[in-house]
């Protein structure tokens, strides 16, 4: 199973949000090519960054910072936040995503994401699946969609996708664990997908059981930032 911790920009600056509310925010560290560049040294390979302004903006407005790390680390980084467009998606791959998080978009215009998926690759294209109760969140988290989690990633497997970032929008940046019984009936249901666990991971003990549900990663951010996992403890998971 792959680690992959996340960074969230606001100002340039590494934040983290709980429920994905602005006006619950907490800012970590003022540089996130230095956070960035302690992940890797603790072998970390993988980043998942999200441009909180982007998502804000309809537009990414953190790429310099996306640069930065691409260039001053090896670390395979997801990017996402106001991937709108496709110049937007071409602009993050050139600053130096390996991957872009296809997230509000790939709700509101399948026919848009399933272009990406058939332009740039499903191994390029990662599928943001937000949920809360079994079904997609819509509108930056604030509302329900009548689509439940399992039709969305049915859709998007029949639309050539492979991997889906599952996010808990009700646990995220809560530390009260994640939603591991979605996630293993989404491993029975759509045993097929490549599902990435995000939201509520908290322990190590989180971090084992996803490993044995058959996660194909797992996202973890606010429990590093606030050592109730330790970069040190998850060097088992980097070999």
Not at 6 to 11: G, S, V, Y
Not at 187 to 198: H, I
Not at 223 to 234: D, P, Q
Request: aromatic share 6%; glycine share 8%.
């Amino acid at each position: 199973m792959e680690i992959i911790p996340a960074i969230d920009l606001i100002n340039g600056q590494c934040v983290r949000l709980t429920e994905g509310d602005f006006a619950q925010q907490t800012t970590y560290d003022s540089d996130p090519l230095a956070v960035a560049q302690r992940f890797e040294q603790h072998g970390v390979r993988r980043l998942h960054l999200v441009d909180l302004d982007g998502a804000r903006a309809k537009q990414p407005v953190n790429l310099p910072v996306l640069e930065r790390i691409a260039r001053h680390t090896q670390l395979t980084i997801d990017f996402g936040g106001g991937l709108q467009s496709n110049t937007a998606v071409r602009q993050a791959f050139d600053a130096g995503a390996a991957q872009i998080t296809a997230g509000s978009i790939a709700v509101r215009e399948p026919d848009t994401v399933g272009e990406w998926l058939r332009t740039f690759g499903a191994e390029r294209i990662l599928i943001g699946a937000d949920f809360r109760d079994n079904h997609i969140s819509i509108n930056a988290w604030a509302e329900q969609s009548e689509r439940t989690l399992v039709e969305f990633i049915e859709q998007y497997l029949a639309a050539g996708a492979t991997t889906f970032v599952c996010t808990d929008v009700s646990k995220d940046g809560k530390l009260q664990g994640p939603a591991l019984a979605t996630y293993q009936q989404l491993r029975q249901r759509v045993p097929q997908a490549q599902l990435v666990a995000s939201g509520g991971v908290t322990t190590l003990a989180d971090v084992e059981a996803l490993q044995a549900a058959g996660l194909h990663g797992a996202i973890i951010g606010k429990a590093i930032y606030e050592g109730t996992i330790s970069l040190e403890e998850l060097r088992p998971f980097l070999s």
